[in-house]
C-alpha cells in the first residue's frame, strides 16, 4: 500500500527591496545633521553667549549686599555739631526678582505696603540689569508699620530684603539749611554723570550748600559682601567682605550760636544776615530766609505739604545772601574811596549839599529833600547825603567809579565755596548798557551808580567784603567756610588804599552809628561800633517796597566781626529795620565773647 505523501507547502516571502538604500543614507544624514546642530548649537552657547550665560548663572549664585558709607560730620568752628548720621531700614531687591513668576504677588504687595507705583519700582530694577548680581534699594527710611507689614507678608515676599542704612540728620533744621544744603538719592541724569566717580544707583549725592562743595570729602567709599545663596536665595556663605569707608569730618568756620543769633534776629522777614572776621573773611554765621528743613530730602518720597515747602512762590531754596540786589546808600563806602584815592578830591574836601541837583537835564534828589548845609567826606557819609556823593561820582566820571566798584569785589564771584549757588551781581558800564539798552553811558548813569542805586546789583556777601575794607584797614577777603590753620594773609589782598583814605571811611562809618542814621546800634550793651545804612528803591509788583540794608562793625576800634543785614521788600529804612537786628545779634556775640564787659541787654 502506497502511502501518499502531501505536497510540501512553500511559504513564499515577500521581500522588499526598492528604497532601502535610500532609507539608509536618509538615517545617515539625519543623524549627522542632528548631530552637527547640538555641536554648533553647544558651540554657540559656550563661545558666544558662554560670558553671559555664565554671568547670569553666577548671579543666581551669588549676590552682592551692598554697604553704603557713613557721610563725614560736619561741625561749627568750636566743635558742634551740626550734620551726622542716623539709621533707618530700607528695602533691597533682587534685579532679577521681576522676572520671576512670583512677581505678580511681590509686586502688588509692595506697592501697597510702601506706597510706591509698581511701575517705579520695575523701572529701578531694569535700571540695574536683569543680570546684576547687587541688590537694589527700592526704599528707604521705613517706618515701624511698613516693617511690621514686611515681617507680616514675609512668606509672599521672596527676594525681598530690609537693611540698616546711614541716612543724613540735621539736628538744627532750618537754621543752617542755605549753610548746610541736604543730600539726595542720584537722579538718572546725575547717575549717568557721576558713574565714572564711582556712584551708584540709589547713592546719594549733596544737592547745595557745604553739602555740595565738599561732596567729595564728606562721601567716603561704598563697601559690601559677596554672598554664596542657594536655589531659594539663601545666603551659604560669604565669599568675600570690603569695608565700607566713611568720609571724612568736616569743620565749618561756621559758629552755631551766632548762626541761631542772626536766625532769630532776622526772623520771619524775606532778607538775609551775614557775618564774616574782617581779618580772613572767615564766615560766622549767614542765614537766608524763607528758609527750608533739609531733614526732608532723607525721605522716600516728599509729601504734599513738603513740596509745598520747598517749592513756594518765595522760593525758599534761593540762598538770599548770595543773591543780588541794589546795594543802596552801603555803596557810597566805594564812592567815597574813589573820590579820595582818584586825586580830584581831597580829605578836606568840603561839598554844598542840596534838596536836589539838576544833573543833565535830570533832577537827582536829597533823601530828606532839604540838603545838610556844607558837608565833608565824614559828615556826608555820617548824614549819607545823596546830593554829596551825586557830585564825587560826576567828578571821578563812570570809568573811574566803575574801576574801583570791581577793586572792592563787585561784579564777580567771591570766591565763596557755593559756586552754583552765588551770583556774581551786576556793574554795569558802556559795554553793558550798549548791548542791553543800546544806549551809550550818560553822566545820570554815574550818578546813580555813585549811591548805589540803577542797574548796580551786590550781594550780602558781596557787602560784606566791603565792609570789611575799612574795619581791617584796607584789604579785601576772600570769604570762605573751610575751617583752617591758614595766616590771615593768605585770604586777603591789599587794595593800596591811601591811609587817610582809611582814616576817613572809618571816621565817618563811626559817626553814622554815633551821630547819624545808625543811632540804634549806639547802645552801652555792646562795643562802639562803625556802619552804614541804606535802602534801595524797589518795586514788589506794582506796590513800592524797598529794601533795607545796614552794614556794620565792632569794636570800632580794632574790629573783630562784620555783620550786614538785608530785609527784602521790608519797606522801611536801614536805620529802622535793618539796623535793630544787628543789634541783637552784636548783643548775643559779646556777652558770650566779653561775658561781663558790657551792659546786658535789658529783657525784651
Known amino acids: 500500500m502506497t502511502l501518499l505523501q502531501p505536497p510540501p507547502i512553500s511559504v513564499k516571502k515577500e521581500t522588499r527591496t526598492v528604497g ?16 552637527t ?82 511701575e517705579e519700582i520695575e523701572k529701578k530694577l531694569e535700571e540695574a540689569g536683569a543680570n546684576s548680581s547687587s541688590l537694589i534699594r527700592i526704599a ?66 549733596g544737592q547745595m550748600g557745604a553739602e555740595k562743595a565738599y561732596e567729595k570729602i564728606l562721601r567716603g567709599e561704598w563697601g559690601g559682601q559677596q554672598v554664596e545663596v542657594d536655589g531659594a536665595g539663601r545666603p551659604l556663605r560669604v565669599l568675600g567682605e570690603k569695608q565700607a569707608k566713611p568720609g571724612k569730618d568736616l569743620h565749618l568756620t561756621i559758629d552755631l550760636d551766632l548762626q541761631k543769633s542772626a536766625a532769630n534776629a532776622l526772623g520771619d522777614r524775606d532778607g538775609a544776615i551775614v557775618a564774616i572776621d574782617p581779618k580772613n573773611g572767615a564766615v560766622l554765621a549767614m542765614v537766608s530766609h524763607p528758609t527750608f528743613d533739609p531733614n526732608i530730602f532723607s525721605k522716600q518720597k516728599l509729601s504734599q505739604k513738603d513740596w509745598e515747602m520747598v517749592q513756594g512762590a518765595d522760593h525758599p531754596l534761593v540762598n538770599r545772601a548770595l543773591s543780588a540786589f541794589p546795594p543802596a546808600s552801603t555803596f557810597k563806602i566805594v564812592t567815597a574811596t574813589a573820590g579820595l584815592e582818584s586825586g580830584k578830591f581831597s580829605p578836606s574836601t568840603v561839598l554844598q549839599t542840596y534838596g536836589s541837583l539838576n544833573i543833565g537835564g535830570t533832577r537827582f534828589g536829597e533823601w530828606n529833600h532839604a540838603g545838610f548845609g556844607s558837608l565833608g567826606f565824614v559828615g556826608a557819609l555820617q548824614w549819607s547825603s545823596d546830593t554829596f556823593f551825586y557830585q564825587i561820582g560826576r567828578g571821578v566820571g563812570g570809568p573811574t567809579l566803575i574801576e574801583w566798584t570791581h577793586k572792592y569785589g563787585f561784579g564777580k564771584k567771591t570766591g565763596f565755596e557755593f559756586v552754583n549757588e552765588e551770583a556774581k551781581g551786576l556793574v554795569p558800564d558802556e559795554i553793558w548798557k550798549q548791548k542791553v539798552w543800546k544806549m551809550p553811558w550818560t553822566v545820570g548813569d554815574t550818578i546813580n551808580m555813585s549811591i548805589g542805586q540803577g542797574a548796580l546789583q551786590a550781594t550780602p556777601l558781596q557787602a560784606a567784603v566791603m565792609f570789611a575794607v575799612p574795619a581791617n584797614g584796607g584789604y579785601r577777603v576772600q570769604p570762605h567756610l573751610l575751617k583752617d590753620n591758614e595766616q590771615a594773609k593768605s585770604w586777603r589782598e591789599s587794595l593800596n588804599l591811601k591811609p587817610t583814605t582809611v582814616k576817613i571811611l572809618r571816621e565817618g562809618l563811626r559817626k553814622v552809628v554815633a551821630e547819624g542814621t545808625g543811632k540804634a546800634l549806639n547802645q552801652p550793651t555792646i562795643p562802639t561800633v562803625a556802619g552804614k545804612s541804606g535802602t534801595a528803591e524797589a518795586w514788589k509788583g506794582r506796590v513800592k517796597q524797598n529794601h533795607a540794608w545796614f552794614g556794620a562793625y565792632a569794636p570800632a576800634d580794632k574790629p573783630e566781626i562784620v555783620i550786614v543785614a538785608f530785609a527784602e521788600h521790608s519797606g522801611g529804612g536801614g536805620g529802622s529795620v535793618a539796623a535793630p537786628m544787628i543789634l541783637k545779634i552784636m548783643e548775643d556775640y559779646f556777652q558770650r565773647q566779653h561775658p561781663d564787659k558790657y551792659q546786658k541787654p535789658k529783657t525784651q
Open 20 to 35: 532601502r538604500s535610500f532609507q539608509s543614507l536618509f538615517l545617515i544624514i539625519f543623524t549627522l545633521s542632528m548631530t
Open 37 to 118: 546642530g547640538i555641536a554648533i548649537r553647544l558651540a554657540y552657547l559656550q563661545i558666544v553667549e558662554g560670558p553671559k550665560l555664565r554671568q547670569r548663572a553666577e548671579a543666581n549664585r551669588i549676590r552682592i549686599i551692598p554697604k553704603q558709607p557713613e557721610r563725614g560730620n560736619i561741625f561749627d568752628n568750636k566743635g558742634k555739631l551740626l550734620a551726622s548720621t542716623r539709621y533707618s531700614r530700607s528695602v533691597y531687591l533682587w534685579p532679577m526678582a521681576h522676572t520671576k513668576r512670583s512677581w505678580s504677588i511681590v509686586a502688588p504687595r509692595l506697592e501697597k505696603i510702601l506706597g510706591i507705583p509698581q
Open 140 to 205: 528707604r527710611d521705613l517706618n515701624e508699620a511698613q516693617i511690621t507689614a514686611l515681617k507680616e507678608y514675609e512668606n509672599e515676599l521672596q527676594n525681598v530684603e530690609i537693611h540698616t542704612d546711614a541716612v543724613r540728620y540735621y539736628p538744627h533744621g532750618k537754621e543752617l539749611a542755605h549753610v548746610l544744603g541736604y543730600t539726595r538719592e542720584l537722579t538718572p541724569e546725575q547717575l549717568n554723570q557721576k558713574k565714572d566717580e564711582g556712584y551708584q544707583l540709589g547713592d546719594v549725592i
